[in-house]
């Protein structure tokens, strides 16, 4: 079945790091791969996705490339701010299935201090 | 605004006592989800419902259950025989639209049982 692995956490980090959570994937097919932020206290918000291998997103700094020959979909940003600080999920759907449920990863939370 | 709405924000029941918490979606989609979130564990799903009077299982469905019968609405009933019902519970929706994939997420129902 599909599945979906992210580094565990919790990630901390300096104002102005680099970021990157790791987030590999286990698909039967050809999934979307997608990362949504969750802000504490609060439900997910999409982030950014792409649908097909080589594609990349990118949203609010943030960039994730669909590798396929690696299983992978890094999240990555050049210099982190406070308000990055949240729980990052990285999560599969099956390509073309349509309103199948999402699989997600148990999160990453990160954490950036000033 | 379109959007997904949860409520209430907290609840608290006491043991044995069945609780229903709403969702309702302005978004014109076809299906919603129930997730539950524990600490560590990210999501896990309970029900989704593909269209109105139809839903299905999800990993955990065990001690809840749903209703569909409007398409915005899809409330989740939290039985005496979930036997640890303290969690973070998230409502979603999605579009019926082949490769539109993404979910969209209400802002979450805290429910404590004392």
């Known amino acids: 079945g599909n599945s979906v692995t992210q580094m565990e956490g919790p990630v901390t980090l300096s104002e102005e790091a680099f970021l990157t959570i790791n987030c590999t994937y286990t698909?039967?097919?050809?999934?979307?791969l997608f990362w949504y932020v969750q802000y504490p206290g609060e439900g997910l918000q999409l982030l950014l996705k792409a649908t097909k291998a080589d594609d990349k997103g990118s949203n609010k700094g943030f960039e994730a490339t669909y590798r396929k020959e690696t299983t992978s979909f890094h999240l990555e940003k050049g210099s982190v701010q406070v308000s990055d600080s949240a729980v990052y999920f990285c999560a599969l759907s099956d390509l073309g299935a349509g309103n199948t449920p999402l699989v997600f990863g148990k999160g990453t939370r990160l954490s950036v201090i000033a | 605004d379109g959007g997904i709405t949860q409520s209430p924000k907290y609840l608290f029941r006491k043991e044995g006592q069945n609780v229903t918490l709403s969702c309702e979606q302005n978004?014109?989609?076809?299906?919603m989800y129930w997730y539950r979130q524990d600490p560590g564990q990210g999501l896990r799903l309970i029900y989704y419902s593909q269209i109105v009077n139809d839903f299905q299982k999800g990993d955990i469905a065990e001690g809840y259950s749903v209703s569909r019968e409007k398409k915005e609405s899809f409330p989740l009933t939290v039985t005496s025989a979930q036997k640890n019902p303290t969690a973070f519970y998230l409502c979603?929706?999605?579009?019926?639209?082949?490769?539109?994939?993404?979910?969209?997420f209400g802002p979450g129902t805290r429910l404590t049982v004392l």
């Open positions: 978004l014109n989609h076809d299906a």
């Open positions: 698909a039967t097919g050809y999934p979307s």
């Open positions: 979603a929706s999605s579009v019926q639209r082949q490769g539109a994939d993404e979910q969209f």
